[in-house]
T-cell receptor, first 114, second 114 residues
């Protein structure tokens, strides 16, 4: 059972556009919501993350919006650039004692056209 | 500081063969994890470890074994390879901090089982 649903599967925008990637989760026990960026042939790298007691977090051109009541969160990329072309994964963490497990969404392949 | 290293980068196996994927980190991280990445399915957790001598199963553990004899190393063993195990495998490590918990991923091993 997929606990984190991500959409869209792919996204194409022009340079300067604002792509938005959405994720929805089911488990209200998730306590940390990171976004990872992956370039072809590389491992994912943390981009930005948010905790459920915060509704928005900005880091540079990247913003996470978090809606706890709707169990949804999204990534916005302001003034997108061709170098932002990559696959983006949302994730949600479940913690139990010392154990921590991340559940990932299915990924969004973003293409930013010059 | 090499971060998270994985070997080999590519591997082709025949059905029924066994092999070990190596993972090492030099950041003194307590937490280490193995994921598999398949098209359209994001990253799925196979096994994880919260410290030397402690391992646990993730979402898709069948057909894989792990051990953690040192803080630095976390090998993944395929006991009897099957075509369904064709995938890209990523190892990750983190401090396991409750507030941030950034996972650092290795470059991946692309495995093909014929």
């Amino acid at each position: 059972q997929q606990q984190v649903k991500q959409s869209p599967q792919s996204l194409i925008v022009q340079k300067g556009g604002i792509p938005i990637i959405n994720c929805a989760y089911e488990n209200t026990a998730f306590d940390y919501f990171p976004w990872y960026q992956q370039f072809p042939g590389k491992g994912p790298a943390l981009l930005i993350a948010i905790r459920p007691d915060v509704s928005e977090k900005k880091e540079g051109r990247f913003t996470i919006s978090f809606n706890k009541s709707a169990k949804q969160f999204s990534l916005h990329i302001m003034d997108s650039q061709p170098g932002d072309s990559a696959t983006y994964f949302c994730a949600a963490r479940f913690s139990s004692g010392s154990a921590r497990q991340l559940t990932f969404g299915s990924g969004t392949q973003l293409t930013v056209l010059p | 500081n090499a971060g998270v290293t994985q070997t080999p980068k590519f591997q082709v196996l025949k059905t029924g063969q066994s092999m070990t994927l190596q993972c090492a980190q030099d950041m003194n991280h307590e937490y280490m994890s193995w994921y598999r990445q398949d098209p359209g399915m994001g990253l799925r957790l196979i096994h994880y470890s919260v410290g030397a001598g402690i391992t646990d199963q993730g979402e898709v553990p069948n057909g894989y074994n792990v051990s953690r004899s040192t803080t630095e190393d976390f090998p993944l063993r395929l006991l009897s390879a099957a075509p369904s195990q064709t995938s890209v495998y990523f190892c990750a490590s983190s401090f396991g901090d409750s507030s941030t918990d950034t996972q650092y991923f290795g470059p991946g091993t692309r495995l093909t089982v014929l």
